[in-house]
């Protein structure tokens, strides 16, 4: 079974700061996959993938597969990014079904 | 509908009841899991239905979790005497099985289970 381990486990940065979270993850995959949870509220797919680099407005993910580790990055954040980070990974055998979780990162951004 | 809609958004229930959770995802998504996560962690899977089918329960913790999706729409997720250590946030998500949003995951809020 994958292990998977992100860290900080938690994070706290004042407002306009950037940030990184890393993720790493013991055996290969097929995709790994950024979520952001709010407290008391869903979980949101930030992204999927597997090699190099995804942007998306201030979120920056990056992978390295001989590595086997991913960063999400933030830049310039804000109060609304606080949240809990997790990174997940499926195996190249199964699909979504097979998903493997972090614990998750808690990020505070303080105005 | 829009998102993935789950209910009740919380269930408490004495030790030993059974329970029913319910998941609706969204239309069209032909692939639904469900996701169980405690306190402080990350989720841990369940089960995983491709249209009507559990095409992999293997995440099920024991017999008395059972969860079934009769029309290939709508999943219920059912807890029979429940135990305190069944308490914890279940997580229903789908996705499209095929093409550009493939396996892309998106949840629903979920629902909180708290087993006295």
């Known amino acids: 079974k994958n292990e998977v381990g992100q860290s900080p486990q938690n994070l706290t940065a004042q407002e306009g700061e950037f940030i990184t979270i890393n993720c790493s993850y013991s055996?290969?995959?097929?995709?790994l996959h950024w979520l952001q949870q709010h407290p008391g509220g869903g979980i949101v797919s930030l992204f999927m993938l597997s090699s190099g680099k995804k942007k998306h407005g201030r979120l920056i993910a990056t992978i390295n597969i001989q590595e086997k580790h991913s960063s999400l990055h933030i830049t310039a954040s804000h109060p609304r990014d606080s949240a809990v980070y997790i990174c997940a990974v499926s195996s190249p055998s199964g699909g979504a079904q097979k998903l493997v979780f972090g614990q998750g990162t808690r990020l505070t951004i303080n105005p | 509908g829009a998102g993935v809609s789950q209910t009740p958004s919380n269930k408490v229930t004495e030790k030993g009841k059974y329970v029913e959770l319910r998941c609706d995802p969204i239309?069209?998504?032909?692939?639904l899991y469900w996701y169980r996560q405690s306190l402080g962690q990350g989720p841990e899977f369940l089960i995983y239905?491709?249209?009507?089918?559990?095409a992999d329960d293997s995440g099920l913790p024991n017999d008395r979790f059972f969860a079934v999706r009769p029309e290939g729409s709508v999943s219920t997720l059912k807890i029979q005497r429940t135990e305190r250590g069944d308490s914890a946030v279940y997580l229903c998500?789908?996705?499209?099985?095929w093409g550009a949003g493939a396996n892309v995951l998106t949840f629903g809020a979920g629902s909180r289970l708290t087993v006295l």
């Open positions: 998500a789908s996705s499209l099985k």
């Open positions: 055996v290969g995959i097929s995709a």
């Open positions: 239905f491709q249209g009507t089918g559990a």
């Open positions: 239309s069209g998504h032909t692939a």
